[in-house]
């Protein structure tokens, strides 16, 4: 976690690059629907945050294990167990992913309007998807960069893991904009924390094998 926490503070193009592509996708939408003389509904408003939210994920973690070399990660291989590396590597992508998601929510209301009535369950739904989007994505960029066509690999395979993670998130979403009592989101909520759980459980037991390669 440290050694990535330093880099993305030496290079800062990741970061930066995320913030820029999340700033100008919200102030398109603005402009888009500001041009039109409407404003969003609040079906369409919450679709479009976790569309900006998704590919911001999937650009963000991508670049887990795809930045990093043979020679580094034979240097890694050297120093440390392969479920230190993935949990850190857990750690850092979720850290991240939060950051980016509370910051996009911020500016997403500012520019857009902020249609949210349970503003507690809101953030609570945001910090799932970051946690989730973090765990399922990090294991499939592990897989990804060992392929010669990775950014590719990437997106068909994270495509099956994260639609269904993604509903749910939505769903969880839409009761919190629309206020309704937070027991309506109980079975989301419970079976968020169960994937999330099962994933980081299987990326535990199984990234020994694929380091081990």
Same mark, same amino acid.
């Given at each position: +976690? ?5 880099l993305?503070w030496?290079?800062k193009?990741a970061?930066?690059?995320m %913030?820029?592509?999340?700033g100008?996708?919200? !102030?398109?939408?603005?402009l888009? !629907?500001?041009?039109?003389?409407? =404003?969003?509904?609040?079906p369409?408003?919450? @679709?479009?945050?976790w ?5 911001t994920?999937?650009? @963000?973690?991508?670049?887990?294990f +795809? ?7 034979l ?6 167990s ?5 949990l ?7 850290c991240? +992913?939060?950051?980016? @998601?509370l ?17 507690? #369950? $809101?953030?609570?739904t945001?910090? %799932? ?8 994505? =990090?294991?499939i960029?592990?897989? *990804? *960069?060992k ?11 994270s !495509?099956?893991?994260?639609i269904? +993670?993604?509903? #749910?998130l939505m769903? #969880?979403?839409?009761n919190?904009i ?10 989301e909520?419970?079976?968020?924390? @169960? ?10 037991? %199984? $990234?020994?094998?694929?380091?081990r390669?």
């Amino acid at each position: +976690m440290q050694k990535d926490f330093v880099l993305e503070w030496r290079q800062k193009y990741a970061f930066n690059g995320m %913030l820029l592509y999340v700033g100008s996708t919200v !102030f398109i939408c603005y402009l888009s !629907f500001g041009l039109r003389g409407g =404003t969003l509904g609040v079906p369409v408003w919450n @679709a479009l945050f976790w569309i900006i939210l998704l590919f911001t994920s999937v650009n @963000a973690i991508a670049k887990s294990f +795809m930045q990093e070399n043979k020679g580094r990660l034979l240097y890694l291989y050297t120093l440390v167990s392969p479920q230190g590396v993935i949990l850190a590597k857990i750690a850092y992508n979720t850290c991240l +992913m939060l950051v980016l @998601a509370l910051l996009c929510y911020l500016f997403y209301a500012v520019v857009i309007g902020n249609p949210v009535q349970d503003e507690g #369950m $809101f953030l609570a739904t945001i910090l %799932l998807g970051a946690v989730g989007f973090s765990t399922s994505l =990090t294991m499939i960029s592990g897989i *990804a *960069a060992k392929a010669s066509n990775s950014s590719t690999l990437m997106a068909i395979l994270s !495509f099956p893991v994260i639609i269904p +993670m993604l509903l #749910m998130l939505m769903k #969880m979403s839409k009761n919190a904009i629309d206020g309704l009592e937070r027991a309506a989101s109980t079975d989301e909520l419970t079976t968020l924390l @169960a994937i999330n759980a099962i994933v980081i459980t299987v990326s535990y037991i %199984l $990234f020994p094998y694929l380091w081990r390669n």
